[in-house]
């Protein structure tokens, strides 16, 4: 059972969006609590990893510099651009969808994925502490928006969602180290099952605004999974001298930001149209993992097949 959800898992992602937009009710249900369902997410994530593993890569901080660089600055000036070209009207969705910082969940899904998620953890933690000085200056720089944004919201929600999780995980690796190496086959599926009630939630939520403008809904949501399809692309290759573990993390932690932030951000300073597409940009974030899984594991048969 445990193999065939962890082998799955995109499918289990792809069932909460359904989930949600079915029975918005009962997933609004899950919105108070999804900031401590992240934090149970990336506790057991953080109880896998090798801190000193975590170390050595930290230690690699030009590689660190260089892909922080991509997450916060290269990619949300290229989907701005795509999509200033191919759809002004959302542009500012874009940049905002472009500029978030990786997902906390993203740790998990390149965990799932079978990537470096030291890499993933680090990219999630150094991202988060910059995007909110990056966010509002590319706002400004680019479609002249000044924002009011907290810096100390920002801040306690990271602290909440990461600093809590990791010490808690320190600790429990510190004093039980025993009960970790007994309950460890079982993390992958356990979050797996959290990361579908991290989903509905925010899906249920803006299920009704969906379906009141249907039309426009289903056009912005497509074009944002040729923006997804972009973020992957640009992930992928900008790791390209990489082990395929890398490129998995580094085409992870760009391509899955942290999306809930960008609805809670857009939903302060902008238009009900940029909330909209924001939200809708979650479609994308939902329905893409089944894809890209699949992309990976033809990735690693290709690297595993023997060289004529």
Do not use: C
């Not at 509905?200 to 949501?221: H, S």
């Not at 998995?248 to 930001?257: H, L």
Request: cysteine-free; glycine content about 4%; hydrophobic content about 60%.
């Amino acid at each position: 059972m445990r193999a065939a959800i962890e082998n799955n898992f995109s499918l289990v992602i792809a069932l909460a969006f359904v989930v949600g937009m079915v029975a918005p009710g009962f997933a609004r249900m899950f919105n108070p609590y999804i900031l401590y369902i992240l934090m149970g997410v990336m506790y057991l994530t953080i109880l896998k990893i090798d801190l000193r593993e975590l170390k050595a890569h930290a230690a690699n901080a030009g590689y660190m510099g260089y892909l922080t660089f991509i997450i916060l600055i290269v990619t949300p000036v290229a989907v701005f651009a795509v999509t200033r070209a191919v759809y002004p009207e959302i542009a500012a969705a874009a940049l905002i969808v472009g500029s978030l910082p990786a997902a906390i969940a993203s740790t998990s899904f390149t965990d799932l994925l079978k990537g470096n998620v030291n890499i993933a953890l680090l990219m999630t933690t150094i991202t988060s502490l910059l995007a909110p000085f990056t966010m509002p200056l590319l706002i400004r720089l680019l479609i002249g928006v000044e924002t009011d944004a907290s810096f100390t919201e920002m801040l306690l929600m990271l602290a909440q969602a990461i600093f809590i999780p990791f010490t808690l995980a320190v600790l429990t690796k510190w004093t039980v180290p025993g009960l970790i190496r007994r309950t460890k086959p079982f993390y992958a599926s356990l979050n797996i099952l959290l990361l579908f009630f991290v989903i509905i939630g925010p899906v249920g939520n803006n299920a009704e605004f969906i379906y009141d403008n249907v039309r426009k809904a289903i056009t912005i949501a497509l074009f944002f999974m040729g923006i997804s399809v972009l973020q992957h692309i640009i992930g992928w290759y900008a790791s390209y001298w990489r082990p395929i573990e890398d490129r998995v993390a580094s085409a992870t932690v760009i391509a899955y930001n942290n999306i809930t932030l960008g609805i809670v951000f857009t939903s302060q300073f902008f238009s009900p149209l940029i909330v909209l597409s924001v939200v809708l940009y979650e479609v994308a974030w939902d329905l893409m993992p089944m894809p890209f899984q699949f992309v990976v594991r033809r990735a690693k048969g290709w690297h595993a097949s023997p060289k004529a």
